[in-house]
Structure formats: structure tokens, C-alpha cells
């Protein structure tokens, strides 16, 4: 299809035939699925936040059901988004499709030295600075703008509760983490031939306070769970919520940012849509406890600009562990 990225011809020239490297190693992909732990958003009460915290400190994930995002509203954004992945891939990679710059379409991991380092995935990053400008889908700015809000409100809600938990003042995320610092990413995940030798995500933690993901029923979430990966399974109900990497520095390592990964499927694409609860880039993220720090104080751009530069060197992220405290 004219709508594909060149997946199967960058993995070819880079790393050769890898369907004839190894045996199959699908076994590695079939781990136990667990359902995440289950939140409860039209009883929030003092148990409910109680629960919030828990699965923030000993899951890193978690689900909400009566969260205030309509069915329509996903519904409408994945028939849409749908629609714009079928755009043909010159259009997604050389114009301004939504009216933004070319570098906010990606596929597959062009910075990968190995095959386990290359993602069989397609994405549009949405600045949501940029998502009231006019452009050719138009019906899906719409959706997505609703979506932003509803989002929004969430993401402040529960960074509110974790804080308040902490005993820290929620007001630092009103006051940095605004709607022109956040963005949303739209997710394709093709089916993939070589499921068994590549993932539809390499597994990271994300760069931020927290995630906000609706995703379809195919399933090919991961997580990793006491040092084992689990499946997530899928619940059509639920927005699936993450601790970001810059939650786990400023909670002082109290609530964890989870390494997770997207398993490619062999017969089913797959679609998902998340926030980023981001802060501006000269926040700086310092521990909110009086323990001694983890972690180093640092900027929000210095973080991105040190994920950037060993993703571009070394072909991953190295994250947190950058940022130690070494007093």
C-alpha cells in the first residue's frame, strides 16, 4: 500500500535478513496478562485516592473508568485517525499534513544499530500549542482538541492527588505544566511479518510527569512488573495512566516510571492515542521531599536534550540514571 512506510526495506538494508538470523524467539513476546490495577473516577473519594497512590508507588500503572472522556470522542478520533494514517506516505513525511512541520510525522527508529532497537511504528507528534490552527482534518482537530481538555483535566486531578499524597503543594503542576507544554501522540502499529524480531516499541519509560493512553482492542501493551514483562490486557472502558520519568525524580523516587514496550502483532494493526503531561522546558524538576534526593535538580530541556543525545549516540535512552545524585 501506498500509505506504508518502507519498514521491510530499512530493516533489510540496515540488518539484513533477520527472518533467517535465529530462530524464532515469539516465546520471549507470550508473557502472563495481568489487568492492571482498576480506578474507580465517579467514587473519589479518600480510598480511591489511596488506591491512585498505591498503583502509582508499586505499579507505575494503572486504569480509570468514569473518567469524563465520552465514547464518542474516542470513537470519533480513532475513525479519524484512521484516515490520516491511510494518507500516502509521501503526503505523511513531505507536507504539512494537520499543519505542522514535517518532523512531527515518525516511523520506525531511523537512529536504531540493531533490529531490537528499531520500532514498527508509525506516529504524529501534536504539540498541543499548535492544535487550533486550521488545516485539512480539521474534524480531527476538533476531536482532539475536546480530547486535550478533557485530558488535561485529568492529568491535573491525579498529579494533584499523588502530590497532595506527598505531602507536597499540587499547585506546582497548575502553575508549570500547562496545555501549551503538553502534547499528544497519534500511534499506528502496522502488522508486522517479522513480529518475532521486532517491536512495535522498543521498551523506554516516558519523559514526563504523566501518560494518559486509550488504545484499541488488538492488546500489545507490555510492561515490566518485578522484573518480569506482563501483558496488559485491553479494557474498551479504561484510559490506561503512567508515571513519567519526571514524576519518579520529583516524588523522590516514591512513585515509579515503568520500563514498558508494544509487542508487534503479525496479523493486526494497531491503534492507540496519548497525552504527554509535560511542564515547560526551563521547569526545573527537583525532589518535593525533605529525604535526601535521588536525583539531581535539573531542567526540563536538559533532560530532553540528554534523552535526544544518547538516543542519537548509543540507539537508547538512559534516562534517569543520568541524573543521580552523586553528594
Known sequence: MESEPPFGE?????????????????????????????????????????????????????????????????????????ELFRQPFRKKTDEKLLNLSSCCYSWGTLSATTQKQFAWSEAFHIPLNTIFQPSEFQDLRSSLQEFAIKASDLAQQIAAILAENLGCKSTFFSKNCLSSSCYIRMNRYPACPMSSKVFGLVPHTDSDFLTILHQDQVGGLQLLKDGNWIRVKPNPDALVINIGDLFQAWSNGVYKSVEHRVVANHENER?????????????????????????????????????????????????????????
Open 10 to 82: 530499512f530493516i533489510k538494508t540496515f540488518f539484513g535478513n533477520i527472518a533467517e538470523q535465529e530462530e524464532n524467539d515469539q516465546a520471549k513476546f507470550n508473557v502472563d496478562e495481568f489487568e492492571l490495577p482498576m480506578i474507580d473516577l465517579s467514587q473519589l473519594n479518600e480510598e480511591c485516592k489511596r488506591k491512585i497512590c498505591k498503583a502509582s508507588a508499586e505499579w507505575g500503572f494503572f486504569q480509570i473508568v468514569n473518567h469524563g472522556v465520552s465514547e464518542d470522542i474516542l470513537s470519533r478520533i480513532h475513525c479519524e485517525q484512521v
Open 271 to 327: 491503534f492507540s492515542l496519548a497525552y504527554f503531561f509535560c511542564p515547560s522546558h526551563d521547569t526545573v524538576i527537583e525532589s518535593c521531599s525533605s529525604e535526601p534526593s535521588i536525583y539531581r535538580k535539573f531542567s526540563f530541556r536538559e533532560y530532553r536534550q540528554q534523552v535526544q543525545e544518547d538516543v542519537k549516540t548509543t540507539g537508547d535512552k538512559v534516562g534517569l540514571s543520568r541524573f543521580l545524585n552523586q553528594a
